[in-house]
Structures are given as C-alpha cells and as structure tokens.
C-alpha cells in the first residue's frame, strides 16, 4: 500500500514547487519595477531575496525526498515512475534556468540602479554648485552695493552738514548784523534824545526868527511885484523888436543872392540855408547837392532822416526838415543836371511835397512836370523812401538801396541821384545818374515857393553854384 502512494506524493511534492516557483514569479511580476524607476530599493530586494529563498527550500527538499524515494525504489522502479522523474527533472532544469535568469535580472537592476543613482547625485551635486556659486554672486553683489549705498549715504550726510554749516554761518552772520544794526538804532536814539533836548531850546529862538521871516517875505512880495511888472515891460519891447527883426529878415531865399543865408519859412523858426539865386529868377533853397564825391552818400535811414554833409559842400539838406518845409505851403522842385561833357539837363515840378516818418517819408505830390531832363520821378510817386538800412520799395527779397544809393524806389528807381560818384563819364547803373545810367558831373535840387508856373527852358543849362 505504502509503495502505490509513492508516486503520488512525488507527483504532489513536484506540483507544489511548481507552485511555489509561479507564486514567486508572481510577487517578482508585482514588483518588475524594483531596481529601474522605485525608490524603495530595500523593499525590492527583501522581495526577490524571499522569493529566491523560498524556491532554495523547496529544490532541497525535494532532491531529499526524489533520494528516498530512489533508495527504496531503486529495485522496482516502474517506467512510469522513471518517466514522472524525468519530467521532473526537466521541470527542475527549467526552474534553475528561470533562477539563472532572475539572478542575471537582480544583478543588470542592481547596477542600473547604481550606474542612474550616481548619475542623479552628480546632477544634484552639480545644481547644488551653481546654486552656491549664485549664493556667493548675489552676495558680492550685496556686498558691493552696500558698500556703495553707504559710500553715497556718507557723502550725502557730509553735504548735508556743510549745508547746515553754511546756513549756520549765515545765521551767525545775520545775527551780527542785526545786533549791529540795533546798536547803531540805539546810538541814533540817544543822539536824538539829544536832538530833541537842544531843539526844545531852540524852539524859542525859531519862533523869533519866524516872526522876521514874515516880514522879510512881505517885503519880497512888494520886490517880487515890481520885478514883474519890469519884466513885462522887458517881454513886451523884446517882442517889438523881434517883430523889426523878422521884418527884416527874408522869407525863404526870395529876392537873396546865392550863398548861406539866415531864411524864414512859414511855421518854421528861422533857420540857415543854402540859397540859389541865378537859376530861373531865384529864390530857390537848395536841398541836395553833389559835385565832386567827397562825401560818402551812401547812409543809414537815421542820417538821412536828420541829414548829412556841409552846406559849402556836398550835402543833404534831411527829410524830417524837407517834410516840414514842403508841408508850410505849396513848394515847385527844379533838379539841375550836368554833364561830364559839359551839357546841362533840368526836370522841374509844380507841387512837390512829401509825408511824415510814419509813412517813411512818402513821396505825396509832384504835380505837372516840365523840363529837358526825362520824367523820371513819376514812377517814384506814392513810395516811401529807402535806405540801406530800411527796405520800403515793393520790389521782393531785394532792398534798391543796396544798388542804385537811398531813393523813394518803386521796383528799383530809374533815377540813382546817391549813387556812386564817378569823376569821368561811364555807363554804370550804379552811378550817381538820371534815368540812362550815364555817370554826372554834378546834380543840385532846388525848391522853393510855388510862384507863377511857366514851361520856359532857358535857364536848363545855368551852372551850379560851388
């Protein structure tokens, strides 16, 4: 009986290792992981060791039990029993295979874990420097700041010191001045009290001289009274004779000979001008004058405005006097021209007259023309008058003056009486000239009081008085 059971227990003690050897790949299969990703390292390996334990166990206690059965066995063993242990044993070789293979796993897992371990660490390590190596920057960084916020910081506290020293100085300064000043105050104080006491004193003596005061002035009154009326009688014989005197004394050059006279014009005080008296029955009062380029004509707007020049000489007589003048009554203008051939040219004008400074001296009237000379003038009626320095003329970005001398210029004058003196005759359209830009000799303009207008010629060719 015992013998039939035999093969039965081996059979049993062979299906239970199997059991064991899955239960183990089982718990393994639970725990593939262990050596590659998990962190428990310890729980891992506790679980292969058991397992590796267990299948030990189990390999020894079968190959005691297969070495029993085999001695009593050994005798009458069966093919079929043979045929059970071969099978077992190749189920034996499978599993020291399995067991090989689980200890080559173990080991490869056991230095991944190692190899990735040290190569984790080496990077933490490395983080761990570069954190440091930040630390130690920032701090340096600190260290320099600091360092220089305090510098700052001292040097914003020293300036802040002088500051207050200089205020304090000020202050003392100030302080010295106002004790000064009321010492001074209380000396002046004291002085007059002292005043004050001596003036009482003197109150009497004033009072006094108060009472000769106003006699003394009742007296001045009497001589003040006296001495008015004498100097009414004085005023009254002084205006006799200034009338005699203006009596005497011609209006404008009428009925005079050539030369500096001492003249009066109407509303105008007397005054000395240069007088014509051979041209055209006299009487004319010379207001410009060149001959021989020894005066400088071109001048600013001021000069011209007061005048310029000598009147034993070249001259211009000014246009604030030549306003005034041609403003009095009703004046004719008469320009004589001559020549570097020694021919004689005259343009004469009935009503000449021109305006204040605020319109620059406005050429107003000239009225009816005659003469030898072209009527060039009639293009310069209604303009006001330039200088170098005053650009009045309507022609754009350009001043006449610069070019052809001062002149009531349009868009550029034909007529260039202040331009540049030439003592030979030449074509130049900066030369003193009339209308053709050929070069004069000499030019003098004359005005005087409207008298009867007459188109006689003949006096053209009169010389000009030097």
Known sequence: MRRKFLPLVGLFLVLGFQHVISESLLLMDDHWECGFSSDEEDLCASYCHRSMKLGLAYMIELKEKIKILEELHSENENSQLSKTVENLQSKIDQQNIQIANINEFITNSVRQKEVEGKAKSQTEIDNLKRQVEQLKESLRNVQRQAAKDKEESLAQQNREIENLNEKLATQKSDLDEAIKDLESKKKEFEEYQTKENNSNSKIGELNS????????????ETQLTDSNHLLEKQLHQTKEYLIKCRKRIPTACKGISSGIHEVEITRIVPTSVLCEGDIEGGGWIVIHKRFNGSVDFNRTWTEYRNGFGNKKGEFFIGLENLHRITNSQTYELYVQLEFHNGTFQFAGYESFRIGNETTKYKLESLGEFRGTAYNAMKINLNNAFTSV???????????????????????????????????REVEDYSSMSWYNWISLKSFQMLIRPKQRWTSSQNQGKSKILI
């Open 389 to 423: 320095d005053q650009d009045n003329d309507q022609r754009e970005g350009f001043n006449c003056a610069l070019r052809y001398g001062a002149w009531w210029h349009k868009h550029c004058s034909l007529i260039h009486l202040n331009g540049k003196y030439f003592n």
């Open 209 to 220: 001289n108060i009472s000769s005061l106003h006699k003394k002035l009742e007296e001045s």
